[in-house]
């Protein structure tokens, strides 16, 4: 079973990545695991009342549970966890950290993922990605989905053939 890190904004474009994993491993059960990454709070009183999952919740969109619940049902033979991670930092280290805890096989590096940074503390991971010493799975968004501005739930439906 290999576990999976794909990165995400809480877009549901970010959610189109799930159909290369699962033609890439069409005969393996795969842990998909979606990560925000987010810079750690740099004020003492922040820093003193930080918890992990305290106010980050509010980030994941009602979309984008939706979605999440489609790619599940739809690919049920496929996936056998699907989640989202919170990353707290901006170092190789951290992520390396990161990686190990979640027992991170492969990651997804989307070649064409617009990144619209859902707070003022999230931010696009691509550099620590592309730094990170993991097998790469390069990815792009099927065909005509390349220019679509903002993606809907219904495009989750459509088959990456």
Known sequence: MKNVLIPTDFSIRSLGYVHNVVSQYPDELVNVIFVHALRMPDSIFDLVTFTRNSR???????????GCEIIRNKYASSIHQLKVEFFHGDTGVAFKNFCLANNIDVIVEPSD??????????????????????PKLAATLAGSRKVVVKATISSLLLTSE
């Open 56 to 66: 980050h919740i509010e980030l994941i969109t009602a979309d984008f549970k939706d």
């Open 113 to 134: 993922l617009e990144y619209n940074a859902p707070s003022k503390r999230s931010y696009n991971p691509g550099k620590l990605l592309s730094r990170a010493k993991l």
